[in-house]
């Protein structure tokens, strides 16, 4: 192996590995691979003209959903138990007599669907301010039903066929599990070591960095900072993030909810603009451990969420997480920097607004 101690390092040109104090974990950034051609898989192009009501979707007011049950006549927000839950609360206990190397345990929880509106056609972008805080609210809601009973409650969003989602009615998910899950818990025992070592949340002290190194923030305001993180995978990836200490969404006051609507219909128009699609994303918040972890101190806990968006080079080229990603450690092309600098530049007037005073 040999260094040419005569160039520069130049992150936009040169490999490197950044670590990513979440996970405990370094990732591979190659940014002069965004120059290579492409001549492999093209995704389908996002379907646009969605009815904004359908008789035969079951998550459309006053439909039937797979169980024969009818859903209300909802205007806004609409929860229900999962038809098909992947936890279920009455699972019976493995037992305790196996081997060290086949080991099982108990899972037992409950599944629910969201849904944000009662049109098929509007999105989280879209739908005007006062309706995204009724998403909000929602979700504190249910982390004070479901908190109390169970470890973890995970909200996740799946937006787009590219990311799995078979319906393209607004909504998300809320999985609540008698476990701590593998991703928050290793979250938790990075967070808790730094904290140990530091005496201040990682992701409290990481938000005052970015705010004022600048390169990463997409979009800001005096409560919310969203950034792709210095550590990011996925190609436009996003970490939002409160600038004061909170721990769980139920702790958001009014005035902070009201600011996570502003910071996400901005962030989430930018995401449609890039181009000019409906953008695909994974979404999710993480927040302090619930159940019996309530009781613990979880000082070195910061709220935040998640956005996990795969697409890289236009509306129908997605990165793939295969090969080396899979077996050795995770590789990014397109450098954090870049990547914000891209989104942040994007007006914040949503492409199907243009020309029409915003909603």
Partial sequence: MSVNDGVSFDPKEHQHLRYNPLRDSWVLVSAHRMKRPWAGQVEKPPEEQIPRYDPHNPLCPGNTRANGQVNPDYDNTFVFENDFPALQPDAPDPGSDQHALFQSRAARGVCKVMCFHPWSDV????????????????WAELMEELGPTYHWVQI???????MGCSNPHPHCQVWASNFLPNEPALSDRCQRKYYEKYREPLLLQYAKQEAE???RVVVENSDW???????ATWPYQLLLLPRQHVLRLNDLTAEEREGLADIMKRLLTKYDNLFEVSFPYSMGWHGAPTGPHSKEDQSH?????????????????KKFMVGYEMLAQEQRDLTPEQAAERLRNLPEEHYKNRGNQEK
């Fill in 301 to 317: 806990w910061q709220l935040h969420a998640h956005y996990y968006p795969p697409l890289l080079r236009s509306a129908t080229v």
């Fill in 213 to 215: 190194r600048k390169e």
């Fill in 225 to 231: 900072l969203a950034v792709v993180p210095y550590w």
């Fill in 123 to 138: 999105t989280l972008p879209l739908m005007k301010r006062e309706e995204v805080v009724k998403v909000i609210d929602k």
């Fill in 156 to 162: 996740f969003e799946n937006k787009g066929a590219t």
